[in-house]
């Protein structure tokens, strides 16, 4: 009798999803303060913070990393990780530049930015997935490699052969003070968003990224899957690297050195659990925008740039210290 | 390569890469004999000492499944602290400041083991902040100045020099910290626990070791001697600025991995990383004396870690990334 009249095991709360939905909130909701509340100091701290030109020119500081941090979240979420993107971006560059010195126009020198990455990112999946190298260390080969062709092919050159057209991608604007690559930004980070939290294909992302086996073994193709994302990933940085390209109009084989750390750090910061499976793709904009606001508002009062890597640095280890101290569990790794 | 030999004769992974280290020097040495001088092979010793320095310090939290990408922006902190300090009291002698190297050194790895321990912060995360913060703090300490030669006192440079036995100081200690490292791995009981730590942390932690303590001591050893690397490089190359060793951290980790440590923690060891480093070595040393423009060289050794990275991938097949019930059974 006592044994009918006990509890029955379904009194134990189904707390997963609304428990999931409250952690992710949480995270998004600090970084939004966070970010708000520098944004606030900022224009306290400086009187020409607040001027449409002024936060256009702002955005411009974060806009090429943060498009790339997107399948960097991607991949991170499904449990690999890329650390050869700024690499990546100087092979694309300089075969960019060389396409331009050969006269060939604008188009197939963006055609040629985003085939390099491509077959970069290509290369890096198939390191992973087919000769089953761990990702991170795949990646520290491949880092030195793309960024090796790049100094082979043009030593301690300069190109800059560009045609004039090709400036559009990074100095223009659409309307306003409102740029090209912001709205490039906005537009693939909308993309992103409904891939990964509104379909199957993103649904499975996260599946990999939480645990690859039961993945596998309830069907899905996790090679498959990382490898595409590699590939995506590589193509971006090679979109990044026509950006950067034509806003700064000129290639050296030394551009985008150490942009994948400040692009892991954009995606960390931005919630994503480096154990992969957790994230979203809210948190890594407002990173982005965090560490636009910061860096932008410290330059104003004229701090030099490697003072802003403290910051940074600080930034990326106190957010993670303050969630992972308030009971944010799914950042403890492996016991 | 390696791997393929060790599995054809069932050899460990040491025995190959020494088999195709001693290889690769006999094909340099036979196309350019100049390759093997006396004065060139001293210099290429002194330079190896470095990275093997480095790379011991990283294996240690490397067996402990955790990766400190820190190493070289810490060596790059302690290294303009122990100048600044030379500059400012020339008539100190060596001991203080290879005191200061080493003791500094190992709290900035304290940093980086505490919030791996304690905060329970991933390394990779933490070791990404910390990398940006020191190397942030060189240029504080220093505003940015360079500290040149002139600045240092004859002792502070000639230390590093002075020939003991046929080789320099650097390359005694880089072997002093080499044999240390292997008694300590081999005999020792918190040496044993690093690699119980690393290799199955579940089963650790059951059988009474303490993973994040064990991770912890990792990033102390290791910051320790990234501290006194971090002096042996400003003194051997007489100059101290906010870039010095930068990015070297990549390939401290890649001479890890081509000495067999595994990146999933609990695998490798002291000789194999001595001849990964040395592996590495030869080859940056080598490019120059072949012919081979400088600016070709980033590649060639990019394809050579890369053609390394995937020959030894054999070794990961076995752990096959996670197990799916490692997270649930993750002791407190």
Redesign the interface.
């Known amino acids: 009798m006592s044994i009918i009249s006990s509890p029955p095991v379904a009194a134990r709360p189904a707390v997963r999803t609304p428990f999931t939905w409250r952690r992710l909130l949480r995270w998004e909701v600090l970084l939004g303060l966070v970010v708000l509340g520098d944004f606030l100091l900022n224009c306290r701290l400086s009187q020409y913070f607040l001027d449409p030109w002024t936060l256009s020119d702002a955005s411009f500081n974060f806009t090429e990393r943060a498009i790339i941090a997107l399948p960097m979240a991607l991949l991170i979420i499904a449990g690999e ?1 890329d ?1 050869s993107v700024g690499s990546t971006m100087a092979m694309a560059s300089v075969l960019m530049g060389m396409v331009a010195q050969a006269g060939l126009g604008t188009p197939f020198v963006i055609v040629t930015g985003l085939v390099v990455g491509l077959i970069a990112g290509c290369f890096n999946g198939v ?1 992973v997935c087919f ?4 990702s ?3 990646t ?10 790049a ?2 092919l ?3 050159g300069v190109l800059k052969a560009y045609k004039p057209d090709f400036a559009y991608f990074g100095q223009g604007y659409v309307w306003g003070p409102v740029s090209f690559e912001l709205v490039l930004f906005v537009v693939l980070a909308v993309l992103f968003a409904i891939v990964l939290h509104m379909t199957v294909i993103g649904r499975r992302i996260y599946a990999i990224g939480a ?4 993945a596998r073994l309830s069907g899905i193709r996790v090679d498959s899957y990382k490898f595409w994302i590699f590939a995506l990933l590589g193509m971006t940085a090679g979109l990044g690297s026509v950006l950067l390209t034509s806003r700064l109009g000129s290639t050296r ?1 030394s551009i985008a ?2 942009w994948e ?1 400040e692009v ?2 954009m995606v ?1 910061l931005g919630g994503i659990s ?2 992969g499976g957790q994230g979203s793709i809210l948190g890594v904009v407002l990173s982005a925008l965090l560490i636009g606001c910061v860096t932008f508002g410290l330059s104003l009062l004229n701090v ?1 740039g ?9 930034l ?2 106190g957010v ?2 303050i969630s ?2 308030v009971g944010y569990s799914g ?5 | 390569m390696p791997n393929l030999l060790a599995r054809l004769k069932g050899l460990p992974h040491e025995a190959g890469l020494g088999l195709l280290t001693l290889l690769l020097l006999a094909l340099v040495t036979i196309a350019f004999p100049r390759f093997v001088v006396i004065d060139n092979l001293k210099s290429l010793v002194d330079d190896t000492a470095l990275l093997i320095m480095l790379a011991v310090g990283e294996m240690f939290v490397l067996l402990t499944r955790s990766v400190d990408l820190s190493v070289a922006a810490n060596a790059a902190l302690t290294g303009m602290v122990v100048a600044l300090f030379n500059a400012g009291h020339p008539g100190a002698g060596i001991v203080p400041v290879l005191v200061i190297a080493i003791v500094m050194g190992a709290a900035l790895g304290l940093i980086n083991g505490l919030l791996v321990w304690k905060v329970r912060i991933p390394s990779i995360v933490v070791t990404l902040g910390t990398l940006s913060v020191f190397r942030g703090c060189v240029y504080v300490v220093s505003g940015g100045a360079w500290v040149n030669s002139g600045q240092m006192s004859p002792l502070f440079l000639g230390f590093v020099r002075l020939p003991v036995l046929g080789i320099s100081v650097l390359s005694w200690i880089g072997v002093i910290v080499a044999v240390l490292a292997y008694l300590f791995l081999k005999y020792t009981v918190s040496g044993r626990n690093l690699y119980a730590a690393g290799n199955n942390p579940n089963a650790a932690a059951y059988a009474g070791i303490d993973v994040g303590r064990m991770q912890c001591l990792a990033f102390v050893l290791s910051g320790a001697i990234a501290g006194l690397a971090g002096y042996l490089w400003v003194a051997r190359f007489a100059v101290a600025y906010t870039d010095v060793a930068s990015g070297f951290e990549l390939q401290v980790i890649a001479a890890c991995v081509i000495g067999g440590v595994s990146i999933t923690g609990g695998v490798g060891g002291v000789l194999g990383v001595v001849l990964g480093g040395l592996f590495l070595g030869i080859i940056k040393n080598a490019l120059p004396v072949v012919g081979i423009s400088p600016f070709f060289q980033m590649a060639v050794s990019g394809l050579v870690i890369t053609i390394a990275v995937i020959l030894n991938a054999g070794t990961y097949r076995k752990s096959h990334g996670r197990k799916i019930l490692e997270r649930a059974e993750a002791a407190p």
């Open positions: 990780i650390i390191l000769f089953r190298v761990p991170i260390v795949a520290i080969g491949t880092l030195s490699l793309f960024r090796g062709i100094y082979a043009i030593g301690d645990n690859p086996i039961a084989p050195t150490g750390l892991i750090t960390i480096i154990d030099p490697i003072v802003l890597a403290i910051v940074t640095g600080c990326l280890i993670v210290a992972s101290m950042r403890r790794r492996r016991g």
